[in-house]
């Protein structure tokens, strides 16, 4: 784009800087409290004050007051998960805004006659804003001068461009796809549309979270929900029937209720998703929305744009042709353009010539003119036929009127004094005379160039489609060099399963033949989607086909959202404006920053350095969370499953429930709070599958059924052979040790050294507590009978894990194989 800054415009002036700062004293600039990022003070505080963290408090205060007070060891681990918790966020804050700042909405202004670039929240009421195609309207505003297409879908779902003159309305939040106007601001900040909007939303909830993140928020509602009647249950059961000391009721009532709380698993989800935000900031990645880290793990189709993310964003002009004139509809008819020039071949030199003061009269800022103005720039001139047709006829020519390029119809038009003339893609500049013009193109598309026809209409109205005669008068051939690391790129995602879709606004043969270039599977399957709903059903042609050519915007969105229909997880990369309404739809958008700002701010991702190679680095980051928290959750749930179970066995048996909160804290320690978050921390590039919640429920349920049936055994036992409560309240919790470093192997084939290192460190960790503190975590002596349950029931719980994991797989295969069999 031609850089228009600090460029003077004779009639608009704009405001003064004192008028400018009158207004931001006033409070009429531009900054509205729209954003769903949460600010320190929030951070602090949903850390800090949580459900969980005032049942720790209330129950702290319990034991404080019967002086049980070396069961107050789980205090450190929440006032250290609230501290971590609080000092990542803050972390991941400060480096997404200072990206976001990078990445912010600009616009440009007029004030005191200049043309100057600046942050759309520093414009401010009454301020001239220029606006041109790509741009979002960032605040409500009335044309003054010229005339835009805007697509205003995002606010009310309607699709079709509007046009906007002097005089009529523009709505923040819509943004420009064609045309270039000035415009007053009449409504900034938090009085303009997109701000009511936005806060309408924000006061309705968060929105949308992953698959991961709302399992997760399911389980810990759920045993918030359940505790509070389990343990009234069970200190009525120990105080009043068992007739336990108060002490001894409020300790075990207290050992359940922690065991019940997974108290670290929303933090460990939290930090894993700070961590990569932060990892993926640092290289120049954006993430507007967390859950775009585990929806783009679990993509299987990528939808890809041709320029931008096959090529590079910039284009240039390789050669100009006039048509030969050699079929029927070109033939002889050059003459009535110019009455001096009675050859049957429009010349290149007179063609350049009349399409450099097209490209003049233009206002379209796109990559193709920009590489037409720069070609013209670069020859233009330097030939002597051209300066003389330049010379007699240029200096008649006049602009009557410019319709700029539309993704909608593919092309756009300057209309003369002496006539209109159109460029744009050659179906729908000739429509159903193409075939004319056709062979004489074909040996540039298939060499993978992208050709524009240049032609003059026989009409004035270019708004309303080319109803009236078309006669081409040459073709310009440009070309998009292939991006160098494409072809790693799309052989990673051929490798990893994931389908790629080419969808283009251009010419399908052209595209075909670039994916193909690019290495994508399945290039040579490509169609036209003018023929898509007359020919070929869409739901059908995604199945079949791999690229799209001469796909409009609307197709883009109906294309992706019948992939979704056929239960595929889409991701859509775009840089235009025409990729919005696809982007907005798909379950994941990834926009490059080279491209529009509108598209830019519609993305959940955006590569800053607008690098598509970035990509794969974005899924591993996405799969490392997912599989990493997935494995680490299993953990923390066998405490769960253990300590509900446990307090339904005791309530039902009539026993006091046999552990204290020094032995939960212990296990919970260095079975699962170090080892998980160690683990979570670990490269991890396998394919996301299945349900989250489920397989964390497989994996754990094995594990947590173990728990209960190994130390349900050992108290009933301890209850025959009347042992005292604290030598089996510390056999349970080595039992509970074992079943948890049981499930720990398990879960971290197949080893490695970290993975070493980190059962073997906490195997060192558990037995220096439970030797060294014996005393601060209540494990006492053992008797030699309690010794030997022990070890029978440890025996046991070996054989009972492996025989328990065998029967819920074989269980969950079963299901599988009924649900396939339904379908």
Known sequence: MRDKTNEPVKELKGLTEQEVELRVEQGLDNRADTTTDKSIKEIIFSNAFTYFNLIFLIISILLLCVKSYRN???LPIVIGNTLIGIV???????????????????????REGMQRQILSEELVKDDIVVLRAGDQICADATVLEGNVQVNESLLTGEADEVEKKAGMPLLSGS???AGECYARLDKVGKDSYISRLATQAKSMGSGEQSEMVRSINQIVKWVGIIIIPISIILFYQSFYINHTTLQKGVTSTVAAIIGMIPEGLYLLTTIALALSTMRLAKNKVLLHDMKSIETLARVDVLCVDKTGTITEPSMCVKEIHAFSGENEHTAGQYSRFDEAEQSTRFHETELEALLADYVRASKDNNATMQALKAYMAQNI????????YKNTDTENRQVVEVFPFSSAVKYSGVVFNDGAYVLGAPEFVMQSHFSEVEQELLPYTKKGYRVLIFARYAGRDLKNGLTEEVTPLGFIVLSNPIRANAKETFAYFKAQGVQIKVISGDNPETVSEIAKQAGIEGAQNYIDATRLDSQFKIEEAVREYTVFGRVTPKQKQQLVQA?????HTVAMTGDGVNDILAMKDADCSVAMASGSEAASQAAQVVLLDSDFAHMPSVVWEGRRVVNNVERSASLFLVKNIFSLLMSVFSAVFMITYPLEPAHI???SMFTIGIPGFLLALEPNKERIKGKFIKKVLLKALPAGLTDVFVVGALVICGDVFSLPSADIATAATLLLAVVGFMILIKISEPFNKMKYAILFGNIAGLLFCGIMLNHLFAMSQLSAICMLLLIVFGFAAESLFRYLTLLVEKADEWVEKKSRTRL
């Open 72 to 74: 107050l060891t789980f």
């Open 88 to 110: 990542q966020e803050l972390r991941a804050k400060k480096i997404l805004d200072k990206m976001n700042l990078l990445n912010a909405p600009h616009a440009t202004v007029l």
């Open 175 to 177: 943004f420009v796809v």
């Open 381 to 388: 001139g330097k030939n002597d036929n051209a300066v003389n």
């Open 563 to 567: 992939l979704q229909k056929d239960k």
């Open 665 to 667: 804290s212990l296990i």
